[in-house]
């Protein structure tokens, strides 16, 4: 995953009842309905549920031979936004479940899709006009099994629940996470009932075309106007204000590299990096502002993102080897990459069941990636008492050298690494005529 590639993040926020000025009880939330006094930002989370429900409530069905299930797209998507908050709270389907589900229903897509194509004869003729009307006659006349209808109840799905309510539970997910992406670009919380709401009313007016939405095609497209405008400004204050944390960042690490390896990375792990305390073994620091704190340790250090898929497959491995070695002193430290926040970090920790034995803190500086990576994670360091160190970029495949070389290291015989200056093309030289 290449970590110097930066994207806008994601996030939202629902909104929860408040307490009364008594304390008796709490002041539930009005619904969500668009009146005089809506905001722009509950017209917006409107806009996109509207045209998220109007399309997929639309082609779903007719690619997959099944109407969604609304509730269960629903619940899906409110478990979703619920999960982005609480690391403790977990979506009702498996990672295993959902690629299974997801699998099933590309056949049935692919199939049905097999069934619409014209014969070869047909396609000879190149009648584009013909082959169009035959395609969208077999397409209608494919069957479509209605789903329940919805209630508005709270689904809960379990392992012997319909194949169609767990693929609508995870086009909910799906919903959820570009809702979420989308609220994080624009730097802003918006209020996923608004956003259910405009669902909702979009799958009304797919069955029944006379159905009047509360905001009309034109105040929709004026919002998204107004939005894409805002999201133009937002990216460009981004870009200007990534170029001067660039610049400021440069000047913070250029006293910090020392001398430097022929690759250009510092020879020594440079304890003065700053840190950010996530969670750290309280014999070895009760906070901590650098990494002052593992000075004169044998280290075994893994760089990683809490959003990377390789970094979440060699997690387990990692914590494996830090408890392999752990009774001999080694120390074992992984550092969060500058683009996560704590509760991904927390979330990650908790999916790989690290313990005690892993220390975590956080690049929230992102001095430590700007010196000791380039750009791709995991990557994985075994550090000398003295802060020289080897890198291994392919944990994997180096699995069996780095744990000879921590075993070795724990015996007194330091790691050694001597990489090779990066090879630069030779000029070309000038052509004769």
């Known amino acids: 995953m290449d970590m110097k590639k930066i994207a806008l993040g994601s996030a939202a926020l629902a909104a929860f009842g408040l307490m009364a000025c008594n304390g008796e009880k709490p002041i539930e939330k009005a619904p969500a309905a668009i009146t005089a006094n809506s905001t722009d930002d509950e017209k917006f989370a409107y806009m996109l549920g509207a045209q998220f429900g109007g399309q997929n409530f639309t082609i779903i069905?007719?690619?997959m031979g099944e109407e969604i299930y609304e509730d269960a797209l629903i619940q899906a998507i409110r478990d979703n936004v619920k999960a982005s908050k609480d690391t403790s709270f977990n979506v009702q389907m498996t990672v295993d479940s959902l690629q299974a589900i997801s699998q099933r229903y590309s056949t049935i897509a692919r199939k049905r899709y097999e069934e619409t194509r014209p014969d070869?004869?047909?396609?000879?003729?190149?009648?584009?006009e013909k082959i169009k009307a035959y395609v969208d006659s077999v397409a209608r006349a494919q069957p479509i099994a209605k789903a329940p209808a919805s209630t508005g109840a709270e689904v809960t799905v379990a392992a012997d629940s319909p194949d169609n309510t767990k693929f609508s539970y995870l086009l909910g997910l799906q919903f959820a996470n570009q809702f979420l992406n989308i609220g994080s670009q624009f730097q802003t919380e918006f209020d996923v009932d608004y956003f259910i709401l405009g669902i909702k009313e979009s799958a009304v007016k797919v069955a029944d075309s006379t159905y009047t939405l509360q905001l009309p095609q034109d105040s929709l497209n004026a919002i998204g106007q107004r939005y894409q405008q805002k999201m133009q400004d937002l990216r460009a204050a981004a870009i200007k204000k990534q170029q001067e944390a660039e610049a400021k960042l440069k000047e913070e690490i250029a006293p910090l590299r020392g001398d430097t390896l022929a690759n250009?990375?510092?020879q020594k792990f440079n304890l003065k990096v700053k840190a950010t305390?996530?969670?750290?073994d309280k014999a070895i620091a009760k906070d901590l502002?650098?990494?002052?704190?593992?000075?004169?340790?044998?280290?075994?250090v893994m760089y990683f993102s809490a959003t990377c898929g390789h970094c979440a497959h060699a997690a387990p491995e990692v914590l494996a080897i830090a408890k392999e070695f752990a009774p001999k002193g080694l120390v074992t430290l992984a550092v969060a990459s500058g683009g996560n926040q704590k509760v991904g970090i927390r979330k990650f920790m908790d999916n790989a069941k690290w313990d005690e034995t892993i220390n975590v803190v956080w690049d929230e500086s992102r001095q430590f990636g700007e010196l000791y990576s380039d750009g791709y994670v995991p990557k994985v360091y075994v550090v000398n008492p003295d802060g020289t160190y080897k890198m291994y970029t392919a944990f994997e495949n180096q699995k069996e050298e780095m744990k000879q070389d921590?075993?070795?290291l724990l015996s007194g015989k330091n790691v050694e690494w001597n990489p090779e200056a990066p090879k630069t093309e030779a000029p070309k030289a000038a052509e004769t005529k």
């Open 289 to 300: 502002e650098n990494f002052e704190p593992f000075a004169n340790k044998p280290l075994f």
């Open 264 to 266: 250009g990375m510092p």
């Open 406 to 408: 921590i075993a070795g």
């Open 277 to 280: 305390k996530i969670a750290v």
């Open 120 to 128: 070869s004869a047909m396609m000879a003729e190149g009648n584009g």
């Open 61 to 63: 069905p007719r690619q």
